[in-house]
């Protein structure tokens, strides 16, 4: 009986991943081209050579990969269901004693270790999504070592405003360092300093001769001046000040972390970003969580064919997307709190999956 269900557990896992394999590569290959046709005289008009759109779209693929992990799921479990059920081999399983909850196990553990593959990928894909506008010049990249006259956006609120930047020498000159505050607490502080010179040994930066001014609250403004201050919160590196600000869609997970932290401790309203960043983990998941609501759907509508279990996963899959999207409007407009937002489609669709697969006849 063990032997049977391991070639069985096989036997499934090897339909499912087939399917899975060929969505995954196919739908990202399917949009990109899509993408490529719109696009080429545009990019072609910038100047940009044929193996910078190519760069381009290699640097895209794992971002449009990511994308197609959850159509990818539903599809190779609709698809391997249906299959089974067409063909009687569950009926053939449960004359054996294997229940359909059984048969179908193996395709709920490979959906739950594609939800950690996709968790992964969603760390990848804001650095290739970068480099991709980069490739096509929608953020410059910088060969040299020079930057002037610029504003820098980094941690903790913090905005850096810089005459001159040379990364090669780790110098700066004319710099001013602003943070916007919240009371006396937390105030509004202004730093100028006429140079600041990169100390690799602490990773910090020594300010030169300049002044601290501090801003807000009941007590008067206060101003020092001093010869030399380190700016212990200033982290960032010659080389990260060269780079353009990122948008939110090219930041890591931490790194949006920090980002919403400074908006909302200088006073802003950060709800849409709050639920992009619980996207990032809650995205992942809908791979398991749709094959779990796909599993029984397909076995209860194993009657006409490929056409019907393609209808099926496009359908589903589309309701799902209209629902992330409505649930990031709710979330963002402070209708929902915004982390639960993330998560409501995902909450769905479980509920779904289990009402459909306590129905199953095992």
């Not at 590569?25 to 399917?30: A, E, K, T």
């Not at 991709?132 to 930057?147: K, L, Y």
């Not at 400074?262 to 970003?273: D, H, Y």
Request: aromatic share 12%; proline share 5%; glycine share 8%.
């Amino acid at each position: 009986m063990f032997n049977s269900l391991r070639i069985l557990d096989r036997y499934v896992m090897t339909q499912f991943l087939r399917i899975f394999a060929a969505c995954v590569l196919g739908v990202p290959l399917l949009f990109i081209v899509i993408d490529l046709v719109d696009n080429l005289d545009v990019y072609l008009g910038r100047g940009l050579s044929r193996p910078d759109v190519l760069l381009h779209y290699v640097y895209e693929f794992p971002n449009q990969t990511l994308l197609a992990f959850p159509l990818a799921s539903f599809l190779a479990a609709v698809f391997t269901v249906s299959t089974l059920s067409r063909h009687f081999e569950v009926t053939a399983a449960k004359a054996s004693g294997i229940s359909f909850y059984r048969v179908t196990l193996p395709l709920v553990a490979l959906s739950l270790l594609i939800s950690f593959a996709a968790l992964g990928l969603t760390e990848i894909v804001p650095i290739t999504t970068r480099r991709a506008a980069e490739v096509i010049g929608e953020h410059q990249s910088r060969a040299d070592n020079v930057r002037r006259n610029f504003v820098f956006r980094g941690n903790d609120g913090l905005v850096y405003r810089v005459r001159n930047l040379d990364a090669q020498s780790g110098q700066l000159t004319d710099l001013e360092i602003s943070r916007e505050g919240t009371g006396f607490g937390y105030p509004t502080f202004v730093v100028t300093s006429k140079q600041a010179v990169w100390d690799t040994a602490r990773a910090a930066w020594r300010l030169g001769e300049g002044r601290l001014r501090f801003f807000g609250g009941p007590a008067p403004d206060r101003s020092f001046s001093f010869a030399e201050l380190w700016q212990v919160d200033f982290r960032e590196r010659p080389q990260e000040l060269l780079a353009d600000p990122k948008d939110p869609a090219e930041m890591r997970y931490r790194e949006l972390g920090l980002f919403i932290d400074a908006i909302q401790r200088s006073g802003g309203t950060a709800r849409e970003l709050i639920v992009e960043r619980a996207l990032k983990i809650s995205y992942p998941f809908t791979c398991f969580i749709i094959v779990l609501f796909g599993v029984p759907l397909a076995h209860s509508t194993r009657r006409g064919g490929t056409p019907v279990s393609l209808g099926i996963a496009l359908g589903t899959t589309i309701l799902f997307l209209m629902a992330v999207r409505i649930a990031q409007a709710l979330g963002a407009g402070g209708v929902v709190q915004p982390v639960l937002a993330a998560w409501l489609p995902n909450f769905l669709f479980l509920g779904g999956g289990v009402i459909l697969l306590s129905r199953v006849r095992t």
